[in-house]
């Protein structure tokens, strides 16, 4: 069984920053990939960005340029830098992981942290 755990959420004004951070913690082998979804609510959750073993990345083209994903393999912790926030970046945001317990590959997910950005 893995746990992860989310934080760094909060409010903000358009412009400004926010970090976020997820650690895995449990039965780990190897962690395959990490990312982050968001949901604003009402709608369906998104993929926001993804990182996987290495530094292979992907973003979703609303944020490119202005959110960064990065890891912390010693610490199974995955990092999103947001800057330039925008209203539409209001959403619960939540962490995954891709992760091998031995012989056992299992998706997990944060309980989610909400982020909410005022114009």
């Known amino acids: 069984q893995v746990q992860l755990v989310e934080s760094g959420g909060g409010s903000v004004q358009a412009g400004g920053s926010l970090r976020l951070s997820c650690t895995a913690s449990g039965v780990i082998t190897l962690i395959n990939s990490m990312a982050w979804y968001r949901q604003p609510l009402g709608k369906q959750r998104e993929l926001v960005a993804r990182?996987?073993?290495?530094?292979?990345?992907n973003y979703e083209d609303s944020v490119k340029g202005r959110f960064t994903i990065s890891t912390d393999s010693a610490k199974n912790m995955v990092y999103l830098q947001m800057n330039s926030l925008k209203p539409e970046d209001t959403a619960v945001y939540y962490c995954?992981?891709?992760?091998?317990?031995?012989?056992?590959?299992?998706?997990?997910w944060g309980q989610g942290t909400q982020v909410i950005v005022s114009s």
């Open positions: 990182i996987t073993t290495g530094v292979n990345t």
């Open positions: 995954n992981a891709d992760v091998s317990s031995w012989n056992v590959r299992h998706v997990y």
